[in-house]
């Protein structure tokens, strides 16, 4: 597509005032916002300029054109580069207009880039190390999209522009690991070597041979001058060829025209000032007014924008005539097949009558089994727990270096990267992913999560070993708030299901969610079946629901997963007693909190006394039971040892249970 | 103190049976126990024996030796290893029955070592990468020790054993590459390069070249044979003549000694199994029943086990007439010493008359210009944010890799490293850490704070930018879900002072907390001072008291850091509406929380309408304004805008707060 003749003298004599546009637009914009990042987009404007101007293959027309390639700006701080390069390449959601409302509430420009909420931006960034990791999701869901529909439907590369702070993250070491492993030669990292963090000069802090390291990880990398513009199309273009992940450590002067302040953490991440931006002006001989771009160098960057437009139109054509079309456009719905969940609703009625005792992670394994083979684009992964997790189905075949055909993948010890990299392949397309762990490392993935939640990604994370039912292994590895602060995150559904029925119906309903993360929290331990419908109605459907239910109840017992089976217990207790009262299950406090309250109260009648189980932390439960309400679960850390004794030390009992509902009524 | 001559055969042979007993207990005890990781203790027995009978600087006479070297076994998994060595070098905690009794219930052997709770383990690990996280801040404070008190009283190692998954992790990365930088030669990390993780091979998920990027991050590499006692030895020594951080690889067969399961994912995690078993007892030649430990080896490994008394006690003499000897005992105090305490007192009299208006991060600021002075153990640092969470006292000297004479350390953007850094520091003695990042990044470090939590070890936490009271930066930087997530965490205190005197206090209290971490959560922007006593009793130290009091209230508005003045300012409306209500100022729930209920009732009266106001999540305050309380907060994330703006655009005014109230009197 691009011109791959290395650029001319003529050539950036042509490009640099396209990339003095990008400083111009930085630094005024910040200046109006009175808030911002000037530094790395002066900095790096004239890279940018090339990568766009000769190299990124997009089409402004079409933004979400699904060969395009992808572009993430992992330092985020500097999202005026990529507001400045989305309005000169004529993206319609970034006018001058918002371009002057940097930062401004409502504004298609603000502090840092988000996705969703301004076409063009392919990821959220501005949390460090979340961009490379990201991308490196994108460009291995290149290549999976790749090797299932073929050169003349998927053929598109990931550019990246990270920053030291990105490469000090501990992420960006399980990303290009992980990339380096997979030889993911369709990412290419340019590194904004800039020699300048916020505390000052990178070397407080750093001495890492930044080359060397991607070395050992399996990339391949080159050295240029971010300002030699000749030197950064070369390496551009030389990474087309590579057969291996590409870093281009682009050395550049952080806030690059600035007369005092270039070359200083003082151009950061503050506006340039007044007076610094009329020396800037006169060192880029930018002789014009803020916010004002001369005709000509408009002109130059529509040009460069409609490099795309002759491509896309190839590629519609190849599309239309392509054998592969239907199941491609299915690929990238986000929206599950009807075919899947034709098989989950089968895969309900047996159950119904085969009625199994299953780990809830067992049943998750089982319920893959059926949605693997029904939903070709669901692909999976673990961090090195797949025979823990359950996460891979029989023969399922691994997605490797050299073959990217499988289904699943090994992501290795490392959590924190691969939700990212779930969130890149859920932004590509093409895949839908889901990724295992134990609940307790959810903290490891936390950060990705969250940009997930606000991305409104549908990762589905498969959380096993959800509770001090792991045993042995002890509170390192027990979670007793991680419930809690996955139910805090705007965003996420947290399903913890009771037994094989509810996991299926959960799975279900995290294929449903198409706009944020679902986390399946999935017991270690066996768990008895407890439902005695047909399985023809989603009962998890509603969050909460009455799974025993009593002649006039005195009271309420509400638990989840595996603390269901020690309600109703409790519950036959008492009814021996003379205490009827209703077992409720609640597979996810999320949905049932948005049913109405009729139903809600249906449920938990405001009347009766409620006493809650749940073998993990109050907090948040008051909402449910009240501050009342009683409540058996974990108040500290749990203990290693077998999983009775654990249950009868911590006091989460089934009698535990009766005696706080009889202290009630 | 060690024989410095390399092994010879002859000492091999003695070394080699002492190894097999490691091996020998590890398998029987997962046995026993029917749960555990035999595969890596059989694998590491040669060169952890090495390590501990000929290098390791140790007297199990007094485990708490502050002179002794650390070592941390980071493979967590892998307990038995320690759990043996513990044994037979005649650490008290580990009796045989205890070995006996590998996770069980109360045993001092839980499936994974856990600080505090057995004499010897120096850290808690399990969770991957923190221990050699860890380690980094105990080599760390050692080396800032050592520059402080001098070479007699502190010249000591670290040792760690890391595993694949070690390495794997992000952490590691922020870890190795700090180490690199401070040149922390007192470092050494002996790699278990087994090439085996629970997925199976580790070429399913590593291609890494683990010495090319060791070498990378500035740590000098070697390579042995692992099951060659001789070379370990040898490499061990040549590691303590490094000027760097050192990293030794030895490969070694995972399970070393199990007919078929050695060199097998199969001896990971699992009992190897009775016959399996057998065959291991005759591969090594091992004649002896379950837990039966030959005379002639346990004397062997007393022997070892005595090499450090007389070093002890001529460290004993040298502190005897140290002229350091009272501040060194000061230093490794965990107990803040009474002259901060008196500094802070005399701050906050002075804070009762000048009544400042200040952020509360400024705030922290000036209270730690008050703290640093009076407290020479006190050591800070930043994630790279040291200007915005001033966590910098004007003229504090920095660490660095030729001076570790300072107290401020540039962490780089290292949230995650900084956090289990802090951990090591802390655990080792000598400095009392605190260290800062945004608040929403305590995403970043929450492992290593859980971690800190169960270890109970005081790491103070200056999280800065606590709501959308950031203002344009935006949602990526705005945290909402993190006070709930945090507060959800066991034995972690939450503060979030509303003004420049309920900071001092805070901090007064987080230094006071000498058994987990404290949270410090500060605002970016001006908070106007609220505060009419004189300072002489610190009122955060309950947790929640009423800050401003009316007649015959009929409501009351709780409030937390900066939502204190708008709360302030609601009360003042409706008391101009004939509504007088209390406001109460919530610096710390959890504090608030332990309080007898008489004091919670007299602050927050049962029978009065209660309204909360926090710019976050309702997640959790439930159980203290109960159901039907009010709650004026965040429903979602944030957004990008002027502070101003976004305060009225989500609905956080005085004006919302007084409805809330006016719907419930």
């Known amino acids: 597509m691009s011109n791959t003749a290395p650029s001319t003298d003529t050539e950036s004599a042509r490009l640099k005032p396209m990339a003095n546009a990008i400083r111009a637009l930085a630094m005024d914009a910040v200046e109006q916002a009175k808030s911002g990042h000037p530094g790395m987009p002066m900095g790096m404007a004239d890279a940018a300029t090339v990568l766009w101007a000769k190299h990124l293959k997009f089409d402004p027309a079409d933004p979400n054109w699904p060969d395009r390639d992808r572009f993430v700006l992992s330092a985020g701080h500097g999202s005026m580069l990529i507001y400045a390069l989305l309005h000169l390449t004529g993206f319609a959601d970034v006018t001058l207009d918002e371009i002057r409302n940097f930062r401004q509430l409502g504004s298609k420009t603000p502090g840092h880039p988000e996705f969703g909420h301004t076409t063009g931006v392919e990821t959220t960034t501005g949390p460090l190390g979340q961009g490379i990791s990201t991308a490196v999701g994108m460009a291995l869901?290149?290549?999976?999209?790749?090797?299932?529909?073929?050169?003349?439907?998927?053929?598109?590369?990931?550019?990246?522009?990270?920053?030291?702070?990105?490469?000090?993250?501990?992420?960006?070491?399980?990303?290009?690991?992980?990339?380096?492993?997979?030889?993911?030669?369709?990412?290419?990292?340019?590194?904004?070597?800039?020699?300048?963090?916020?505390?000052?000069?990178?070397?407080?802090?750093?001495?890492?041979?930044?080359?060397?390291?991607?070395?050992?990880?399996?990339?391949?990398?080159?050295?240029?001058?971010?300002?030699?513009?000749?030197?950064?199309?070369?390496?551009?273009?030389?990474?087309?060829?590579?057969?291996?992940?590409?870093?281009?450590?682009?050395?550049?002067?952080?806030?690059?025209?600035?007369?005092?302040?270039?070359?200083?953490?003082?151009?950061?991440?503050?506006?340039?000032?007044?007076?610094?931006?009329?020396?800037?002006?006169?060192?880029?001989?930018?002789?014009?007014?803020?916010?004002?771009?001369?005709?000509?160098?408009?002109?130059?960057?529509?040009?460069?924008?409609?490099?795309?437009?002759?491509?896309?139109?190839?590629?519609?054509?190849?599309?239309?005539?392509?054998?592969?079309?239907?199941?491609?456009?299915?690929?990238?719905?986000?929206?599950?097949?009807?075919?899947?969940?034709?098989?989950?609703?089968?895969?309900?009625?047996?159950?119904?009558?085969?009625?199994?005792?299953?780990?809830?992670?067992?049943?998750?394994?089982?319920?893959?089994?059926?949605?693997?083979?029904?939903?070709?684009?669901?692909?999976?992964?673990?961090?090195?727990?797949?025979?823990?997790?359950?996460?891979?189905?029989?023969?399922?075949?691994?997605?490797?270096?050299?073959?990217?055909?499988?289904?699943?993948?090994?992501?290795?010890?490392?959590?924190?990267?691969?939700?990212?990299?779930?969130?890149?392949?859920?932004?590509?397309?093409?895949?839908?992913?889901?990724?295992?762990?134990?609940?307790?490392?959810?903290?490891?993935?936390?950060?990705?999560?969250?940009?997930?939640?606000?991305?409104?990604?549908?990762?589905?994370?498969?959380?096993?070993?959800?509770?001090?039912?792991?045993?042995?292994?002890?509170?390192?590895?027990?979670?007793?708030?991680?419930?809690?602060?996955?139910?805090?995150?705007?965003?996420?559904?947290?399903?913890?299901?009771?037994?094989?029925?509810?996991?299926?119906?959960?799975?279900?309903?995290?294929?449903?969610?198409?706009?944020g993360p679902s986390i399946l929290a999935l017991s270690r331990q066996t768990l008895p079946f407890q439902r005695t419908d047909d399985g023809s109605e989603n009962l998890s459907a509603r969050g909460a629901y009455v799974l025993k239910s009593a002649d006039s109840p005195k009271g309420v017992i509400i638990a989840t997963g595996s603390e269901v089976a020690i309600a109703v217990k409790a519950a036959e207790a008492l009814a021996s007693k003379g205490v009827p009262v209703n077992v409720v299950s609640a597979p996810s406090l999320e949905l049932f909190a948005a049913q109405n309250k009729a139903y809600r109260d249906s449920v938990l009648p405001q009347d009766l006394p409620r006493v809650a189980v749940e073998a993990a932390a109050r907090y948040g439960w008051d909402a449910f039971i009240g501050v009342d309400g009683g409540f058996v679960g974990m108040t500290g850390f749990g203990a290693s040892a077998p999983i009775n004794d654990l249950y009868t030390h911590f006091g989460i009992t089934a009698d535990a249970v009766a005696e706080e509902m009889l202290a009630r009524v």
Request: one cysteine or more; charged letters at 25%; proline letters at 5%.
């Open 141 to 515: 869901a290149e290549r999976m999209a790749n090797a299932r529909f073929g050169d003349e439907l998927v053929d598109h590369r990931t550019w990246v522009i990270a920053s030291d702070g990105d490469l000090q993250e501990g992420i960006s070491h399980e990303a290009i690991s992980l990339a380096g492993h997979l030889k993911l030669n369709r990412l290419v990292v340019l590194w904004d070597d800039n020699e300048i963090s916020i505390d000052g000069s990178t070397e407080l802090s750093e001495s890492t041979d930044v080359m060397k390291r991607f070395e050992a990880a399996g990339w391949a990398t080159s050295r240029v001058n971010g300002h030699d513009m000749a030197a950064v199309d070369a390496a551009l273009e030389a990474a087309k060829t590579s057969d291996k992940p590409v870093l281009i450590a682009c050395r550049t002067t952080i806030g690059f025209g600035a007369p005092t302040k270039a070359g200083k953490s003082s151009s950061h991440g503050a506006p340039l000032g007044a007076d610094e931006i009329i020396g800037t002006r006169e060192a880029l001989a930018w002789d014009h007014v803020p916010f004002d771009i001369p005709a000509a160098i408009r002109a130059d960057w529509a040009a460069a924008a409609l490099r795309g437009e002759r491509e896309r139109g190839e590629w519609l054509a190849r599309l239309n005539q392509s054998e592969h079309k239907r199941d491609f456009e299915r690929a990238l719905s986000r929206s599950a097949p009807a075919s899947v969940f034709e098989a989950l609703a089968a895969y309900r009625k047996a159950l119904a009558t085969e009625k199994p005792n299953l780990a809830s992670r067992a049943a998750s394994g089982k319920t893959l089994e059926v949605m693997v083979p029904a939903m070709p684009s669901l692909a999976g992964g673990s961090a090195d727990l797949t025979g823990s997790n359950l996460t891979k189905v029989k023969e399922q075949p691994l997605v490797t270096a050299t073959d990217y055909s499988g289904s699943y993948i090994h992501f290795g010890v490392r959590e924190h990267g691969m939700a990212a990299c779930a969130n890149g392949m859920a932004l590509h397309g093409g895949v839908r992913p889901y990724v295992g762990t134990f609940l307790v490392f959810a903290d490891y993935c936390r950060p990705a999560i969250r940009l997930g939640a606000l991305m409104e990604q549908p990762v589905v994370y498969v959380f096993t070993h959800d509770s001090i039912g792991l045993g042995e292994d002890g509170p390192t590895h027990q979670p007793v708030e991680h419930l809690a602060s996955l139910r805090a995150m705007p965003n996420v559904k947290v399903f913890r299901p009771a037994d094989a029925m509810e996991t299926a119906e959960c799975w279900e309903l995290a294929l449903k969610n198409d706009t």
